[in-house]
């Protein structure tokens, strides 16, 4: 195991969620990736870098950063549009990557992604931190046992009746739209339940009520795996009835899950129907670096590759190309 710390920089230090205060201190926590540098275009938020991590360096300009700072990591926590130009710039220069969910707005911007990490011989990952959410864990480990048997429907939403808040997220130019954010939680989510090759995704878009904004009112997203199992997706803000988060149908049993601590599963033992709750997992996000800090000093394997988070992405697109030609629509790079 190798002594030395990796040198880590986050570039984006808003003050939404606190991101780039979090992102450092994750990884200080593992105590093999030390923080030493910060970047943002906004100064006031340098100097509130500054007074979080005494002695950081701080930077207004990426391109600064790259030139003078010895950062072997770049932590992209900006808004979704920019995420493939700062990735791909920073990777031009030598440094591995991980960037914030969504991985970028494109298959197209992906791929560019992905080349420009092979290039340069470095890495490239995103911050899927919720594969580490207990609930997640509780459902997977379920699954992978075979209680409910093979899974053959998966339906899952996210959303209610509410008016988006006036910022970058609701502007679909930026963020991509109304799926790019819980979205890419669930279709990770939902890739890792049902690994399987994907076939096609139909999707069906609306823009009913709040016509202030650009992002869709509601995305819907149904894959087809080449199994057969489908997976339905629904992210609304104008859903005035809602539905559990997760309905997962299988050939010995069923997972229902409403958000609440624990998740209804119903099974058979030895031909009798069996129904219970099982309780949520403890989260584990610290893992995702310290997996990151084993993968760039060790050579671990990558628990979040880049190939992983472009289907992430090709989902998105595909759903939208569905829904614009009304048709369903084969998924790229399967």
Not at 25 to 50: H, L, Q
Not at 99 to 126: D, G, H, R
Not at 265 to 288: C, F
Request: glycine share 8%; proline share 4%.
């Amino acid at each position: 195991m190798s002594e030395r710390k990796v040198k880590a920089a986050v570039v984006g230090y808003g003050a939404a969620f606190n991101m780039g205060k979090s992102h450092a201190k994750w990884m200080n926590d593992t105590g093999r990736i030390e923080t030493i540098a910060a970047c943002d275009i906004d100064p006031s938020r340098m100097v509130a870098a500054a007074e979080d991590y005494p002695g950081i360096e701080t930077y207004l300009h990426i391109d600064e950063l790259l030139a003078k700072s010895d950062a072997e990591l770049v932590v992209v926590i900006t808004p979704h549009n920019t995420h493939a130009d700062l990735a791909i710039k920073a990777l031009n220069a030598g440094r591995s990557v991980v960037v914030e969910k969504p991985m970028c707005l494109s298959v197209a911007e992906a791929t560019a992604m992905i080349e420009a990490a092979k290039k340069n011989n470095v890495t490239l990952t995103t911050f899927h931190n919720r594969r580490h959410d207990g609930d997640f864990k509780a459902i997977k480990e379920v699954l992978d046992k075979g209680t409910i048997g093979e899974v053959f429907q998966l339906e899952a939403f996210m959303g209610g009746f509410n008016k988006p808040r006036d910022w970058w997220r609701s502007d679909k130019a930026i963020s991509g739209g109304c799926m790019y954010d819980w979205g890419a939680h669930f279709v990770d989510w939902i890739l890792n339940f049902i690994p399987q090759p994907m076939e096609s995704v139909t999707g069906f878009f609306h823009n009913r009520v709040w016509h202030e904004y650009s992002n869709e009112d509601q995305t819907q997203a149904i894959i087809r795996f080449r199994n057969g199992a489908t997976a339905d997706l629904t992210i609304s803000t104008i859903a005035h009835a809602g539905k559990p988060r997760f309905r997962i149908l299988g050939t010995k049993g069923a997972i229902v899950d409403h958000w609440g601590g624990s998740f209804k599963l119903t099974t058979e033992v030895d031909g009798i129907r069996v129904e219970g709750d099982v309780k949520y997992k403890e989260g584990t996000w610290p893992l995702y670096y310290v997996n990151l800090a084993a993968h760039l000093l060790d050579g671990a394997p990558l628990e979040v590759t880049p190939e992983s988070s472009r289907r992430i992405i090709a989902v998105f697109e595909t759903a939208e190309k569905s829904a614009k030609s009304g048709r369903t629509e084969p998924v790229p790079f399967e």
